[in-house]
Nanobody, 122 residues
């Protein structure tokens, strides 16, 4: 089992920055950030392979968000810069324990955190 605990959410004005953290217990193969805004479907934001550090982003956050991991601390991060009101959502950390394709689809992950709220005001 992998337990995931997110932190770092909050309220910020457009153009501001936030850094989300996700503390993971147990080994993982890949990690990802997802988000879900009220009335919208869950959206994959970014994913990273725990071993290689290879990352991938959804188009809407490329150049603004950076996913990273600290394997020594078993912690995942999401640095979010130039935030926009449309980034407002509950952000979730997700983990996949074993090998395979790590996409930005939720079905690729078998462990989820409880979420942390990000609110961006204009």
């Amino acid at each position: 089992q992998v337990q995931l605990v997110e932190s770092g959410g909050g309220s910020v004005q457009a153009g501001g920055s936030l850094r989300l953290s996700c503390a993971a217990s147990g080994s993982t193969y890949c990690l990802a950030w997802f988000r879900q805004a009220p009335g919208k479907e869950r959206e994959g934001v970014a994913r990273i392979y725990t071993g290689s550090g290879s990352s991938f982003y959804t188009d809407s956050v490329k150049g603004r968000f950076t996913i990273s991991r600290d394997n020594a601390r078993n912690t995942l991060y999401l640095q979010m810069n130039s935030l926009k009101p449309e980034d407002t959502a509950m952000y979730y950390c997700a983990a996949r324990r074993s090998g395979g394709a790590c996409s930005l689809l939720g079905v690729a992950y078998d462990h989820w955190g409880q979420g942390t709220q990000v609110t961006v005001s204009s």
